[in-house]
């Protein structure tokens, strides 16, 4: 009875740390370029966002979303972004000078989607001027939606903030289960 009974609580515990293990696979951002609050020179920009993990490889405007808009909420020119091996990557050319925010979306290796936002600042000192043919201006209408004016999120920050709450809850629900067990190994035990 003793070993059923420890078998059942073992399973048990492996079973509550494993419910946490799904939202541990998402691909977290962990650089971009420019850096999230950077002020740089206007110009053509590389967009650089590199990953934990590796994305989805689906070529150049396919598994992959990016925009690139002003204070204002106005796209900006951008290339499609590619995703290879664990960086998304495109380029925009901006002239005027102002914060401008980059929305992404993309889908790790894993088939998880994973997305989220950073502003830098564009400073025009070298007297830049914008040429619509300066790159290959990315063809399809984005389905990103630009972020509120209101909203101020330069860190990047992962907007999935409920996996976290995910791990907490399948930590503590694994934790309440096994006190539960233990409760009752041990009041079998003194029933004997």
Not at 116 to 131: C, P, R
Not at 169 to 176: D, H, P, T, V, W
Request: with cysteine.
């Amino acid at each position: 009875m003793k070993s059923i009974l420890k078998l059942i609580a073992g399973v048990l515990l492996l079973g509550s740390f494993s419910m946490a293990s799904p939202a541990l696979a998402h691909s977290d951002e962990v650089e971009t370029q420019p850096s999230a609050g950077e002020t740089i020179e206007a110009g053509v920009i590389d967009l650089k966002l590199t990953f934990v993990e590796d994305l989805l490889e689906l070529g150049e405007n396919e598994g992959s979303e990016l925009l690139v808009t002003n204070a204002n909420g106005a796209p900006a020119l951008f290339t499609c972004p590619v995703a290879a091996k664990n960086v998304l990557s495109a380029k925009t050319a901006i002239a005027e000078p102002g914060e401008y925010t980059v929305i992404w979306r993309t889908v790790s290796m894993d088939g998880h989607p994973v997305e989220g936002n950073y502003s830098f600042t564009v400073t025009n000192n070298n007297g830049f001027i914008l040429d619509p043919n300066a790159i290959q201006q990315c063809e399809y209408n984005s389905l990103i939606a630009p972020p509120p004016a209101s909203q101020s999120d330069t860190n990047g920050s992962d907007p999935n903030q409920s996996v976290f709450w995910m791990i907490g809850l399948g930590i503590f629900g694994g934790g309440a289960i096994v006190a539960l067990v233990i409760y009752l190994i041990a009041k079998n035990r003194s029933d004997n």
